[in-house]
């Protein structure tokens, strides 16, 4: 037998599937896993790596994120890479970088990087191929980005002709490879939706088995509402379902996602399919302009805002609204209304503190959660430590420390469940013939380094990544590989690189 590419030997290997570790070696041979267990013959790999003491698993998948625009500007992808990510889900919460209809880009509230050609899905991928990212991706097709382009800005029902446009795009991007169709229902254009169009344009997904995945329509007050609602739309479109960063905001609300997940589990014991995904911290992230209105701010709000990105004010980044009033010698009111009616409010990204605890642990100890860091990949400002800290902190905190989940069970969730949904297919599995997407790392000393005030440090003990057989990280050194692919849904790429 010819010799491997790559040999890792003596890691203790989590091979995705939630059973314990075992040790042994694993050869790559191209972009594959060629053997697991006890390699045969024994020839040195022309690369050989010494993992005892470490784990071995699949390459983490990152299933929630806003990086359609950061694979074209940003293809190192360090933030997410150096996590020990090796595989992304973009075009989340209603925002997907394609298609772009009539070269007239809706406006929307995620920027989605460099000029490209965004037509249609099939492109966007071309485009993101071209760029050689360091992880794989694969996208959602956005609600809003196609309802801003389609009907402008309109605060009403579509007509016939408009419902059949936007739903021939969800069958277009489908075809050309989307794993499903995300809504952004709190945002605008998508909070103009009524349920009815939301059901017409999940229509097509249930012939493919593809995924509805929703940021809803209010995750606070009427959490409970916006659940049912997510549900009806399951069942009448008869699709797989996807709830996006689950979460109970505003403190009177502290405690409710017990009761959203127990109408999750009873929908799935009915014969739904419902998943979710949750990210490891109890502040949110987004565009500042789409929380508060100027005629009725929600003070209660500004009070646990701080600022991520702010051009017009790059010297408040990364710090409370209360903390800049109080510099000022001015009212919290005063420098919310500044910073709303300054002149580029609008790609202001802003963090709050919103969530409770005991939801955040209630959602990753559930059976059906997998992880998504929601990261806004806005590198000039001081982003939520999110963007660069997600998949290591579930491994620090929430393994380590409080024990919410085990290893093996953290370390499914993010790769062959995530892999499985999201139809990354022959990746998640440290198994002969999978991908070779593999992560090492010392299960002891992983963990993030990025908090709200240093933001973008990388995270500790991610000893080596690798994406498609080659290696992209070792030893903190990104080796610009630029080994990830564009991905179709539940199909593997056509043909393998070098
Ligand atoms: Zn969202």
Known sequence: MAQPDLAIRG??????????AFEGDVS???????????????????????????????????VHTHDDGA????PGMEFKLSQGVTSVVVGNCGFSAAPVLGGVPGATAIRFGPAADRRDTAAYRAAVDAARPAV?????????SLRSQVLGAAERAPTAAELAAMRGEVERALEQGACGFSTGLVYTPGRYARTEEVVELARPLAARGALYATHMRNEGDLLLDSIEETLRIGREAGC????????????????????????IDRANAEGMDVTLDVYPYTASSGPMAEYFRLERLDLELAAVTRLASCPDFREWEGRGLTEIAAELGVSLEAVTRRILSSPRARETICIQFIMDEGDVEANLRHPRAMVGSDGIPDLRGRPHPRLFGTCPRVLARYVRERGVLSLPEAVRRMTSLSCERFGLAGRGRVAPGAFADLVLFDPEVVADAATYEEPKRESRGI????????????????????????????????????
């Open 11 to 20: 890691a203790r290997i989590l091979d995705g599937s939630g059973a314990p």
């Open 28 to 62: 790559v041979r191209g972009a594959r896993i060629e053997a697991v267990g006890a390699l045969p013959g024994g020839a040195a790999a022309r690369r050989e790596i010494d993992a005892r003491g470490r784990v071995l698993a699949p390459g983490f998948v990152d």
């Open 71 to 74: 694979l074209l500007a940003h």
């Open 136 to 144: 794989n991706a694969v996208a959602l097709v956005g609600h809003n």
């Open 240 to 263: 797989a379902v996807h709830v996006s960063h689950h979460k109970a905001a505003g403190l009177r609300n502290f405690g409710k996602v017990g009761e959203s997940l127990a109408r």
């Open 463 to 498: 000893a080596c990544v690798i994406v498609n057989g080659a290696v992209a990280l070792e030893d903190g050194r990104h080796t610009g590989a630029g080994a990830g692919r564009a991905l179709r849904y539940r199909a593997e790429p056509e043909e393998e690189r070098p």
